[in-house]
């Protein structure tokens, strides 16, 4: 507990209480400063967008993953959903570079446009909603898909009124983990967005450069956005599954 | 019953099947497996020299020697810690359980960047709240290798734990209960009963641990002070050479590094399946 | 008839489930599909529902070849083992499924899915979720929502196996008085002899991924057609090589007829008002169940030598013609 507290929860506080150090008027003006602004705009705007994405794919991925039959390549797949969680967030963004950058093989260049960013986070997000929505979806009770065919639902239908909503919660759930993450993306920005101030520059890199700067009440007044962003996304993830679980 | 376990509706062949199969195998075609497999083919562009150029260098090798290190340090912490914390969230209920619960997932959805923050504020040499008198003490963290040890055990902080709790939750106290019974104390009954069940949830837990320490970049960034041949980590090369228009040196450590990532989730991979027999 | 089964086969890998399955499945009445687990009679029943498709052969219901029929267009209701409930959605609106995707009008789903909830007793839990009801209750949901459609054969798959025994009982008569009011073609599986007894007006006997007898429960239990059924459908124990059932012996401390078997009790088990003796003969120990007035008139014990004979006009199966099946069976 004493660890927990020197290691985690002591730090935080110290954000917390820096950010409010000077005041409440001190905080608003860091984190509307207009270049702050912008990157709070485009980091949450992004991660948002990406999150969509992620709730679209990321059950068809899941899907693939658990009702097709066995295919070549299958194995593969599997093992691909979770090499952005392992890799080294630098190292996906140099990954991510070596496709889509200056050397690109398919002759598409976004570096340092904000398209980069929407790529930086679809990839260190993509495997959250799978991994959320895979063991639900492996577990569903095929009966009730069955029992809905017998009652005349159609393939369309029994996915929509019988599947969706048993997916929902998990779905929820991954999307919420997925906005956090891409939210407090970092590492693989630096080489692949050039971190241009108003144009490309996402949340953490502003709160950097402060650190960089000395000016460590405002990136502790950042910082504390972000936190905020991430306690709401776990107590709500918690109260989906507390849901889940009372629904039996 | 043998025939309720048989095979289930039909599974159609349809064009929607294959359709899906197109989209997601080129979805992730596209988004990660030609992407990793063009570092790789990058690193290795002008044959193994710039592998070798990296292994020649010493403040390479001293980053790489480093980044080891502090992951296998890191790993210990989190995995004694880890485990430790588990027990004590799945069999005793203590007011604030539900709380520290919550407070164990912020590493995984919290900015790199604002964990380096915190640790600065705390452990900050000059301004923070206990760098002056550790300092005095002639303690120095930030800018100094404690500092990346506690930011990468700050980061990868949950993985053991969410691997473990959940098979904590499965196994049940009956076993355990029933060693007590027999007459065992708490330590034999933690070494010779609980121990096992865990065993593979701590494995995987440790790997996906190693994978994250040894990856970690923005919260060790800001504390490390990133001093060549001192605190740099393999990570921090990685972008230092990337641009400083080192490309090959870049593209060979990434490698490296991407080379025990792969591994790491590979060996979770194989040696899941097995378990959830 | 009303689902007529023709040369069925189906194997799922190198396992035959079902080996030129034909049966006709007469409409109105109750009919039980009864056998071992694994003898192949789910599988039939999947079949029939469309869930499953034959490798060969075909199936029609009500005079329709529905062999290529998906399941959406059979006009079944199935009731499965594990209920099946759609867990998200209300009692009422489970009920209702089948009448919304036939887009009946609201003001007649709503009075059909009233008077279904009256019949299966469940009124006051309309509003319920599934995971708020019992067993049972889940059960006689499935039920309800499966005859909400009007389906033309209702088929239920081990509808009582995952209840315990009380239940079981209480549902079986009850799904009996059911069928007596809406009279719908009904097939059920099960591999509890009892409850096809009981509840069934004919029984199909599945084993194997074979049918090996089809009749009225009286004329399996009085006739089987092989050791198999007689074994499957009650007691048996062996009276030199005749099979019979411990209910059908006779025994007498008199002299010994012909054809009487010498014999010593050597143990004596009261289950209630029933008494198994376990008779010692030369070659074989056999087991006679009596009531336990007859046993007390007898006026015997455990030591006793009596005489055993088989009841006049008793089927008996010959144990020696047959003598795979029994090794099989024991």
């Known amino acids: 507990m004493l660890w927990f507290s020197l290691l985690v929860l002591i730090p935080l506080t ?15 003006r860091a984190v509307t400063n207009e270049q702050t602004a912008a990157a709070i705009q485009l980091t949450v705007g992004t991660a948002f967008l990406v999150t969509l994405v992620n709730i679209v794919m990321g059950t068809m991925i899941a899907w693939v993953l658990v009702r097709d039959e066995r295919f070549f390549g299958k194995r593969a797949l599997e093992v691909l959903i979770d090499i952005p969680f392992a890799l080294p967030t630098i190292v996906a963004g140099l990954v991510l570079l070596s496709l889509y ?6 002759g598409v260049n976004i570096a340092n446009t904000r398209v980069a960013v929407f790529l930086a986070f679809l990839f260190v997000t993509l495997p959250f909603v799978v991994r959320t929505v895979q063991p639900v979806l492996t ?20 996915f929509r009124r019988i599947i969706l909503p048993s997916l929902t919660p998990a779905i929820a759930a991954g999307a919420a983990l997925s906005f956090a993450r891409g939210v407090s993306e970092y590492g693989s920005l630096v080489l692949l967005s050039g971190n241009l101030p108003m144009r490309t520059e996402v949340t953490s890199v502003r709160i950097l450069s402060s650190i960089e700067n000395d000016n460590l009440e405002s990136a502790a007044a950042v910082a504390a956005v972000l936190l905020a962003i991430s306690f709401v996304v776990i107590v709500a993830v918690d109260v989906i599954q507390r849901r889940v679980v009372r629904r039996g | 019953m043998a025939e309720s376990t048989a095979p289930r509706v039909r599974t159609g062949r349809r064009p929607s099947t294959y359709l899906l199969r197109l989209i997601v195998t080129g979805y992730l075609v596209l988004l990660v497996a030609w992407p990793v497999f063009l570092v790789g083919r990058n690193a290795f562009a002008d044959g193994t020299t710039d592998i070798q150029a990296i292994l020649d260098d010493p403040d390479i090798v001293h980053a790489l020697q480093l980044t080891v290190l502090v992951a296998i340090i890191a790993v210990v912490i989190n995995t004694v810690f880890g485990v430790g914390i588990s027990i004590l969230l799945v069999r005793y209920t203590f007011p604030g359980r539900r709380l520290l619960n919550a407070l164990l997932d912020v590493p995984l959805s919290v900015s790199p ?24 003490a002639g303690i120095q963290i930030i800018f100094a290798t404690p500092g990346i040890v506690l930011a990468t055990v700050f980061v990868a902080l949950p993985l053991v734990i969410r691997e473990v709790v959940p098979v904590l939750e499965e196994v049940g106290d009956e076993q ?26 701590v494995i995987y837990g440790v790997v996906l641990s190693l994978a994250r320490s040894l990856g970690e970049f923005g919260a060790v960034k800001v504390v490390s002070g990133n001093v060549l041949g001192q605190t740099r980590t393999a990570t921090l090369v990685v972008e230092e050479k990337y641009l400083n228009f080192d490309r090959g040196g870049a593209y060979a450590t ?11 989730i590979i060996v979770v991979s194989v040696i899941r399946p097995k378990d959830q027999r | 008839m009303s689902i007529e089964i023709k040369n069925v086969a189906k194997r799922f890998g190198g396992f035959v489930a079902l080996d030129d399955v034909s049966v006709s499945i007469p409409s109105g009445q109750l009919t039980a599909l009864l056998g071992p687990s694994g003898g192949g009679k789910s599988t039939l029943l999947r079949i029939i529902a469309g869930l ?6 075909r199936v029609e219901i009500e005079g329709l070849d529905a062999t290529d029929l998906p399941p959406q267009k059979r006009n079944v209701g199935f009731v499965f083992q594990h209920y099946a409930a759609f867990k998200h959605l209300s009692v009422h609106r489970n009920v209702a499924f089948g009448l919304e995707i036939r887009k009946r009008p609201k003001a007649e789903i709503r009075s059909r899915v009233e008077e279904l909830l009256a019949l299966v007793h469940l009124e006051q839990f309309a509003d319920r979720l599934p995971s708020q009801l019992s067993g049972g209750q889940r059960q006689r949901m499935a039920l309800a929502r499966a005859l909400a459609v009007q389906p ?40 509890d002899q009892e409850e096809a007894l009981e509840v069934a007006d004919e029984i199909v006997v599945i084993n194997e991924g074979r049918v090996e007898q089809i009749g009225s429960p009286d004329d399996l239990y009085d006739q089987p057609a092989n050791d198999f059924v007689m074994r499957f459908l009650g007691p048996v124990t062996q009276l030199g090589d005749r099979l019979v059932r411990p209910h059908d012996l006779q025994i007498h401390t008199g002299a010994p007829d012909p054809a009487d078997v010498t014999g010593r009790i050597t143990r004596i088990t009261r289950i209630g008002f029933e008494i198994r003796a376990e008779i010692t003969t030369s070659d074989q120990i056999v087991t006679v169940t009596l009531t336990r007035n007859e046993f007390l008139s007898l006026n015997v014990e455990a030591g006793s030598t009596v005489q055993v004979r088989v009841a006049p006009q008793i089927h008996a199966g010959s144990a020696t013609g047959n003598r795979s099946e029994i090794l099989r069976a024991t």
Do not use: M
């Open chain 2, 113 to 136: 960047i604002v964990v380096g923050l915190a640790l600065v504020l705390v452990y900050g040499g000059r301004t923070g709240w206990f760098g002056p008198t550790l300092q005095n």
């Open chain 2, 254 to 264: 990434a490698f490296l590094l991407a080379l025990v990532a792969v591994a790491c």
């Open chain 1, 139 to 158: 577990e569903l009770d095929r009966e009730a898909e069955e029992a809905a065919a017998s009652l005349g639902a159609s393939r369309f239908t029994i």
């Open chain 3, 152 to 191: 033309t054969v209702l088929l239920l798959d081990e509808p009582f196996g995952a209840l315990d025994a009380k239940v079981r009982k209480e549902l079986r008569e009850w799904l009996r008085r059911l069928h007596d009011e809406v009279h719908v073609t009904t097939v059920f599986v099960t591999h």
């Open chain 2, 176 to 201: 355990e209960q029933a060693a007590r019974s027999l007459g065992a104390n708490a330590i034999q009954t933690f070494r010779r009963i609980t121990l096992p069940a865990i065993k593979w949830g």
């Open chain 1, 14 to 28: 110290a954000v917390i209480v820096t950010a409010s150090g000077n005041g409440w008027v001190e905080f608003w």
């Open chain 1, 101 to 106: 950058g200056p050397d690109s093989p398919l």
């Open chain 3, 52 to 57: 499953e498709r034959a490798d060969s052969g």
